[in-house]
């Protein structure tokens, strides 16, 4: 298998200069790669997708999947783990997704070690509705929830993760796609509840040239 064979018809409508490029890349790469291997066939890789930039992922990966609600990413997944446990789940999150919706299915999913991979696109910003601050989003940020800028510190996902139980966190840059995806062969091949925290930096509404 190729990457490229992971391809769908569909075109792609993220933001040019968007890290959600490179971590599609990243994920063909790994699936392709896992079935050359022989570690599972294609038809075990189901995916989970919340509401958001990140969720158009869905429509980009010709693999099996479920198109979740905002910050409900996980309870499917775990659904779906349940009723079939030779599947191999890929759950994608956008910050906003899970750490403000989402925060307490992110904690307990950590806590019970479900056998999943979570993939958190990390842009620090709600950029489908247009640029408010979400739990990531850095102090002093001015966007359209906060004119003034943000008064509170970012939540560390790693650190959250960590002290919920996940028992593989990591964190990638999306940009650094062949590093990432090898990050995500060794999360899938692990046992238990794996986390990547992948940054990249919202290229519509953060200057990412300083």
């Not at 790994?30 to 066939?41: H, M, P, R, T, Y």
């Not at 509705?129 to 739990?135: K, L, S």
């Not at 692990?190 to 519509?204: A, E, R, T």
């Amino acid at each position: 298998m190729k990457p490229e064979d992971l391809s769908t018809y569909a075109k792609i409508t993220w933001c040019p200069g968007c890290g959600n490029f490179g971590i599609l890349m990243a994920v063909k790469k790994a699936i392709a790669d896992l079935v050359n291997e022989g570690f599972a066939k294609k038809e075990q890789f189901v995916l989970v997708s919340g509401i958001g930039c990140h969720a158009k992922i869905y429509d980009y990966l010709d693999i099996n999947g479920f198109y979740s609600l905002h910050g409900r990413t996980l309870p499917p997944a775990l659904g779906i783990k349940i009723a079939n446990k030779d599947l191999i789940l890929l759950v994608f999150a956008g910050d906003g997704d899970l750490l403000n919706e989402g925060i307490s299915h992110f904690i307990h999913c950590a806590r019970y070690n479900i056998d999943l991979t979570l993939i958190l696109h990390n842009n620090q910003v709600f950029a489908l509705t247009t640029g408010q601050a979400t739990a990531t989003t850095e102090k002093g940020f001015k966007g359209k929830s906060t004119p003034l800028g943000t008064f509170e510190e970012p939540l560390n996902p790693v650190l959250l993760a960590l002290s919920a139980g996940a028992t593989f966190v990591a964190r990638e840059f999306a940009m650094s796609w062949q590093e990432l995806a090898e990050t995500l062969k060794s999360a899938i091949k692990h046992k238990g509840f794996s986390f990547i925290d992948v940054l990249q930096p919202c290229v519509s509404f953060h200057n990412t040239t300083q």
